[in-house]
Each structure stands twice: as structure tokens, then as C-alpha cells.
């Protein structure tokens, strides 16, 4: 599976972006998919993930009502609506395909077997 994430840019507070991944290499639709965040100096935290149908969604607190993820299976691409941004979004973005699960949508970087390469939003104040 090939992951190539991108929409990120620099925006102000209060403002919105749209990231995209796009996906090749493998059946799109057979597997749950995820946003994750790394800020400088901090772990890798998870943001959003869909489930394979797009049925299903689950957030992390910080962005629940910000936030929305999506995914297009005709497209093999999955989305990331991002709303009312604070500078506390900043970080660099990776989708990230979970290719062994979907009965859960999985919150822990480890459980996610393809990463895209990153992209980075700035949100300034």
C-alpha cells in the first residue's frame, strides 16, 4: 500500500484546511484508515480514524466538533476536515491504513502497518 498525504499549509486561528490521502497498491475499501499528528518534540498521537466502509468514524477529544474525516472508496482516498484551527493543530499530519482490522478503528500508531510521508500544517496565532 502507497500513502501520499497532502493539503497542508500554513493557515491563521480560526481558519480551515482540507488534507487528502491518496491511496494505490492494494483493495482501498478493505481496511480502516487514520490521521495521526506529530508536533516538534512530541510522540505521534492519533486524530481520526474511518472505518472501511466510512461507516464509522472515531476522534480524539481534542478535535471532536473540528474535525471531520471522510473517505471516498471510488477514489481510494480518504479526507481530513479541519475546522476552526488553533496553534495547537500544528504538526506535521500522516494518514496511516491499518490493513490487519476492521472490526475497531484503532487509536495506537503500532496497529497501522502503511504511513503516508507527512504533511505540515501551521496554524499561527
Known amino acids: 500500500v502507497q500513502l501520499q498525504a497532502f493539503g497542508g499549509g500554513l493557515v491563521q486561528a480560526g481558519g480551515s484546511l482540507r488534507l487528502s490521502c491518496a491511496a494505490s497498491?492494494?483493495?482501498?475499501?478493505?481496511?480502516?484508515m487514520g490521521w495521526f499528528r506529530q508536533a516538534p518534540g512530541k510522540a505521534r498521537e492519533f486524530v481520526a480514524g474511518?472505518?472501511?466502509?466510512?461507516?464509522?468514524?472515531y476522534y480524539v477529544d481534542s478535535v471532536k466538533g473540528r474535525f471531520t474525516i471522510s473517505r471516498d472508496n471510488a477514489k481510494n482516498t480518504v479526507y481530513l476536515q479541519m475546522n476552526s484551527l488553533k496553534p495547537e493543530d500544528t504538526a506535521v499530519y500522516y494518514c496511516?491504513?491499518?490493513?490487519?482490522?476492521?472490526?475497531?478503528?484503532?487509536?495506537?500508531?503500532?496497529?497501522?502497518?502503511?504511513w503516508g510521508q507527512g504533511t505540515l500544517v501551521t496554524v499561527s496565532s
Open positions: 496511516a491504513a491499518d490493513v490487519r482490522n476492521t472490526i475497531v478503528i484503532r487509536a495506537t500508531p503500532v496497529n497501522y502497518d502503511y
Open positions: 474511518v472505518s472501511w466502509s466510512g461507516g464509522r468514524t
Open positions: 497498491g492494494h483493495t482501498f475499501s478493505n481496511y480502516n
